[in-house]
């Protein structure tokens, strides 16, 4: 029997979210119904709301989300009912390009749910990154699921579904930071302290946060940022080459999504050093550079989906090192939250007053 819940959906660019009744169908072949217990409060939720993403409206919003798998549908083997869960936007495939050259994190062809949930009406929601977890429930497909050590808080374990992953990732996968390395994150939100927290933990000599808000560099320290620079006062690229012998960082990770942010990524790395973009642009943003540049500069520029994640391989990994004391998860949760209270969440990540809120059910 399909059951109804309450959900946050986006009605309309730019429209205030919404708490609704959602109708969630029972999981069909390769689908699991999860009971949400936490999910976080991602800048990405923000930008669907104002159509940044694309215009598949309403959209059903939220997607840094741990629950209790309820129900699985036929032919579902890696989870089972009662199993505790992060959900991933990228349910590898196994059959793609990329997967059969075995490098599944950047899976062409990943699983969601093929259902659609709807609301009363009959109109179908477009779940967030295929997730759509500011909901009682949803609807995912089965390898969206990721079973994770369940003595982790819920709260904690979701932020890894999304942006907490995507920073960590960027640096330690998609940057390869590695031990006595120089790093500079620019944008120091939960993504960009993410990447600090990440940098750290595979043993980056010098890590440099810059940011344009003093409270987000305060924090940062915290999460193990050296040393600290507000760009608003300070030329971030100046200060970085500074700290660095004159030269740069080895590899500067750009956490904003903006041209003029990734133009100082550029400038602020070392001769063959490497950039990872793992901010999200909008469509209209263009990025200009002297190609001499880009060529005499040498080194690599990357960008980061969801910090070339391996679910299976990362989260399990993450939890467990969290657990043992070694990464402090906890560290992102600003605030919980109910529900209802998402669109004041957004004014609070616009004000740059939180790094997560999450939503706990
Ligand atoms: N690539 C991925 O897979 C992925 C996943 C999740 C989120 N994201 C993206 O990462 C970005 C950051 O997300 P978040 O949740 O941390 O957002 P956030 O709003 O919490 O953080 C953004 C930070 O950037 C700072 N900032 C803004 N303008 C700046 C400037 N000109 N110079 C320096 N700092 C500046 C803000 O003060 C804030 O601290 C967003 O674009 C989001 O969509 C990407
Ligand atoms: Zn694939
Ligand atoms: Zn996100």
């Not at 960009?192 to 043993?203: E, K, M, Y």
Request: aromatic share 6%.
């Amino acid at each position: 029997m399909p059951q109804e819940v309450r959900g946050v959906i986006a009605p309309g660019r730019d429209e205030p979210v919404r708490v609704e009744t959602i109708v969630i169908p029972d999981p069909g072949p390769g689908e699991a119904v999860v009971k949400i217990q936490a999910c976080g409060v991602c800048h990405t939720d923000l930008h669907y709301k104002q159509g940044g993403i694309n215009d598949e409206f309403p959209f059903l919003l939220g997607h840094e989300a741990a629950g209790v798998v309820e129900s699985v549908g036929e032919g579902v083997a890696d989870v089972a009912p009662g199993d505790f869960v992060i959900l991933n936007w990228r349910a590898v495939c196994g059959r793609c390009r990329a997967c059969l050259r075995g490098r599944p994190w950047y899976c062409f062809d990943t699983h969601n749910a093929e259902q659609r949930m709807t609301l009363t009406d009959g109109t179908e929601l477009s779940p967030a990154l295929g997730i759509g977890a500011f909901a009682e429930k949803t609807l995912v497909a089965a390898g969206q699921c990721t079973k994770v050590d369940a003595s982790v808080s819920p709260a904690v374990a979701g932020l890894l579904g999304c942006g907490v992953m995507a920073g960590i990732g960027a640096a330690i996968n998609t940057g390869a930071v590695g031990r006595g390395d120089s790093v500079a994150v620019i944008g120091c939100g939960g993504v960009g302290d993410a990447a600090i927290a990440g940098s750290r933990l595979a043993g980056a000599a010098k890590i440099i946060a810059v940011d344009v808000d003093d409270r987000k560099l305060d924090t940062a320290r915290g999460m193990g940022a050296t040393h600290t620079v507000n760009s608003r006062t300070t030329d971030a690229v100046e200060a970085i080459r500074e700290l660095t012998g004159g030269f740069g960082a080895d590899v500067v990770i750009e956490a904003v999504g903006r041209p003029e942010t990734y133009r100082q990524a550029f400038y602020a790395r070392d001769l063959a050093g490497t950039v990872v973009l793992v901010g999200v642009p909008t469509p209209e943003m263009k990025l200009e550079l002297p190609l001499l540049d880009v060529f005499g500069r040498g080194g690599a520029l990357k960008s980061s989906w969801y910090g070339d994640c391996l679910p299976s391989r990362d989260f399990p990994m993450l939890i467990d090192l969290h657990l043992q004391g070694r990464l402090d998860l906890g560290a992102f949760v600003t605030e919980t939250i109910r529900l209802d209270e998402v669109e004041k969440a957004f004014e609070r990540m616009h004000h740059g007053d939180v790094l997560r809120s999450v939503v706990v059910l």
